[in-house]
């Protein structure tokens, strides 16, 4: 019971943080390659927190995700299924040591949707470390709360405060950046058990930073049975380049024997032209798990991106 009050405090004293304007730092300017410049191939992705699941199901599934992936893709799944998970996890892109090294990320989050049927909350605290076609570090702190309104109905917003700063060199910035106070909004429909629709929005303040696009789009996740589950998402990112594009994929997940995630995926970011494959696999057995997860580039640059993560059940 003391670590579940601990959790509630933490978020409250943080959505009251996130929600003072006197803390909001200004927004940074957009760095080349956005709004259109230079080659899109290479404008840097959106940094935020990811999950094994999220990863491995190509763009998301984000209709399908709970617990810590409904914290960071869909806080209105949050209070849909009852579980009190702690995981720690680390994002790895691998880099050459003479063109910047390794870009990495470690950090925690706590997802809580016991104490009450009807409301979930979560928190998330990652560190980031600057790498080959990451030029930045910081940290970045992210909170969210869900709401079962009625059985067929879920409700959540997120909030986000990063602090992301850009690398330099001779007084030139060599990176992007992210200083900023942002929010989500999201709504999950279940007309029946097995189909589950979300409607999203994320940085719906916006930052003007390509770390945090303004994006909207939908989700569809269908589980005929507990084992299996299929979905696709859908989103267009508003701010990254001169015009509108869209982001989309799906994937599939099994779960082998009730201990080991089996999920494959795909994703096409037409912004910059890329097509990218997913995979991810784990094992899980009583309160404690561990999953990997990979998405790997098919053209343009060739990057490989990797998550892994501990889980622990508290009940």
């Known amino acids: 019971m003391g670590g579940k009050l601990a959790l509630w405090a933490t978020v409250f004293v943080g959505l009251l943080t996130a929600l003072c304007p006197t803390r909001v730092a200004l927004a940074q300017p957009a760095p080349s390659g956005v709004g259109g410049l230079g080659d ?3 404008v840097p992705t959106e940094d935020t927190l990811d999950t094994t699941y999220g990863l491995a199901m190509g763009s998301g ?32 892109i691998p880099g050459s040591k003479s063109n910047g090294g390794t870009y990495w990320t470690i950090g925690s989050s706590i997802s809580d ?21 990451r030029r930045y570090s910081g940290w970045d702190w992210r909170s969210g709360i869900g709401i079962q309104a009625i059985p067929q109905l879920g409700l ?7 602090k992301l700063k850009a690398d330099r060199h001779e007084g030139q910035r060599l990176g992007p950046s992210l200083e900023r106070v942002t929010m989500d909004a999201s709504l999950t429909i279940t007309p029946i058990p097995w189909l589950r629709l979300s409607g999203l929005g994320y940085n719906l303040i916006k930052t003007h930073s390509v770390l945090a696009p303004q994006m909207a789009g939908g989700s569809v996740s269908l589980a005929p049975v507990p084992s299996f589950s299929i979905g696709g998402d859908m989103l267009f990112d508003f701010t990254t380049f001169q015009k509108t594009k869209l982001i989309a994929g799906g994937g599939l997940s099994y779960i082998a024997g009730e201990m080991v995630p089996l999920r494959f995926g795909y994703r096409r970011d037409q912004g910059r032209n890329l097509n990218q494959i997913t995979a991810g696999a ?14 790997q580039d098919i053209g343009g640059r060739k990057e490989t991106y990797l998550i892994i993560m501990f889980r622990f059940v508290v009940q």
């Not at 959540?156 to 990063?162: D, K, Q, S, V, Y």
């Not at 784990?282 to 990979?294: R, T």
Request: charged share 15%; proline share 1%.
């Open 40 to 42: 899109p191939e290479v």
């Open 61 to 92: 599934a984000r209709a399908g995700a709970v617990g810590v992936s409904a914290l960071a893709y869909n806080t209105s799944n949050m209070a849909a299924v009852s579980t009190y998970d702690v995981e720690a996890f680390s994002q790895i």
């Open 113 to 133: 949707s016991t104490t009450s049927k009807k409301i979930a909350m979560g928190t998330s605290f990652r560190g980031v470390f600057s790498g080959e076609n």
């Open 156 to 162: 959540g917003l997120g909030f986000r405060w990063a």
């Open 282 to 295: 784990g094992f899980s057995k009583g309160k404690v798990g561990a999953e990997v997860a990979l998405r």
